[in-house]
């Protein structure tokens, strides 16, 4: 099975990939097209400022590339914002993959949000084996809105999308390359889908 890690100029990139090879699972870390579209499983991974990862993201022609892949895609933290619709960080055009938007947190909380914070309604076969309220890691200073694809929720200031899927579409705000035993757990169900 071939799992394809976009490369771009956002990144946890390195992280995603020690993670899959803890899990004995091999990641090719590519911007190349054709082995995006030919991968069995992609990860859309990100860390970063949303609009100049997706100028960087429509130079490269990958923002159409992601958009019509077939295969199952797992967007990590900023990977999850881009498939969004619009964020407020720099007033950023999305991928529209999820009718959401992205918004900053709260100017009285500390940001960025970085920690572990549970996550609850788990409702995907992502989160199989992992338990209800389970602790998972957090860094980011913009969230998704809750909305109807929602699939995990969490706190922080206010609700906030955790996790979201549509079609073969799934992402996570949280890093589960850095969620210990939970993140592992989700990793392999996707990997695994």
Partial sequence: MKTAIVKYNAGNIQSVAFALERLCREGVITDDPKQIENADKVIFPGVGEASSAMRF?????LDRVIKNLRQPVLGICLGLQLMCE????????????FP?????FDTNLKIPHVGWNQV?????????????????????????EL??????????????????????FTATQFHPERSGKN??????????L
Avoid at 120 to 137: H, I
Wanted: charged share 25%; net charge negative.
């Fill in 57 to 61: 993201l429509e130079e490269k022609g």
């Fill in 86 to 97: 619009f964020s407020e960080e720099n007033h950023t055009q999305c991928l529209n993959l």
């Fill in 100 to 104: 959401a938007k992205v918004k900053r």
């Fill in 120 to 144: 609850y309604n788990l409702r995907s076969p992502l989160f199989e084996g992992v338990e209800e309220g389970s602790f998972v890691y957090f860094v980011h200073s913009y969230f998704a």
């Fill in 147 to 168: 909305n109807q694809y929602t699939i995990a929720g969490t706190e922080y200031g206010n609700r906030f999308s955790a996790a979201i899927q549509f079609n073969n």
């Fill in 183 to 192: 993140g592992e757990r989700i990793l392999k169900n996707f990997l695994d």
